[in-house]
């Protein structure tokens, strides 16, 4: 469906966060989130998946908003995980 291979979880953190990422309700944001998740999935160690698993409580209408820059990111936000996130 999307660009690239997930690689596989070597965690249990890495395996929560994989299947919270791939089954969101806007495709546009769970596009976003693979792609991320081919880059970036097994670097990431628990307390980066902790952090990722915050963000992703947010509302995928709320994300979209913050890719599509129309509303501010807020602060409570991990910043350098949001711009690994929407870096291409």
């Keep these: 469906m999307w660009e690239g291979e997930i ?3 070597a965690t249990a953190a890495q395996r ?4 919270r990422a791939t ?3 806007m495709a546009e944001v769970e596009q976003m989130l693979y792609g991320f998740l081919v880059r970036e ?3 990431l160690d628990d307390a980066q998946c902790h952090r990722f698993e ?3 409580e947010y ?3 709320d994300l979209l908003d ?4 129309i509303k501010p990111v807020p602060a409570d936000v991990d910043e350098q995980l949001w711009r690994c996130l929407v870096e291409r």
């Design 41 to 43: 999935l097994n670097q």
């Design 54 to 56: 915050r963000l992703l």
């Design 59 to 61: 509302p995928d209408a």
């Design 7 to 9: 690689p596989t979880p």
């Design 23 to 25: 089954r969101r309700s």
């Design 16 to 19: 929560r966060v994989l299947y």
């Design 66 to 69: 913050w890719m599509a820059q």
